[in-house]
């Protein structure tokens, strides 16, 4: 099994940040409802007062104003599903399985367009909140552990792909695992552990 982030790894740039311009464009009263909340909330998340599923909450908040929210994120994929890396679909295996911080109900036509496995995080669409925590960081290895795909004996990760450091513990998981650079068109191998790096991993709780 191949593992994937997916935003900025398989796909560029950022999935939410291009939806969000998305809804903006088509209703723009999203600007006032939306962008000053977020502001408060990353400052408070700056200051560390709320968590990172708050302040994912917050990012994520500009869908509650979106109407017919399910037909607007089919109509998104149906025009940006061509944003998916070429050298990703050249060696894309039915088996795949992406991991996103994501909401799960955001990626999932393009995930089934692509026909593979995701895990990302579980967002309520009607309320915006997070159920359990946020799909990112070495919260990603934890919610593999729990999901399904953990139960087959059988799973070995063969190799990983990520545009970011942040997925580092999930690396660790990985046979192989390699760096998406240069706006997700280059892929190289993934540093080498350092000195620094070895603290983080004797700090990761499982």
Known sequence: MNVYDFDKTIFYPDSILCFLKWCVRRYPKIIFLYFPKLAYKSAL?????????????????????????????????????????????????????????????????????LNVQLIGTQLDSKTGKVVGRCCYGKQKVKNLIKSEFFTNIHLHIDEFYSDSMSDFPLSLCAEKAFLVVNRGKTVKKWPKITERMTGKIQNINL
């Open 45 to 113: 998340y700056v200051l560390k007062r709320i968590s990172v599923s708050e302040a994912t909450e917050a990012l994520f908040s500009f869908m509650l104003y979106v109407p017919n929210l399910e037909k607007e994120i089919e109509d998104f994929w149906v025009e940006n599903e061509k944003r998916i890396a070429p050298w990703y679909l050249a060696q894309k295996k039915d088996d795949d399985l992406i991991i996103s911080a994501s909401p799960e109900f955001f990626l999932k036509p393009i995930i089934k367009k």
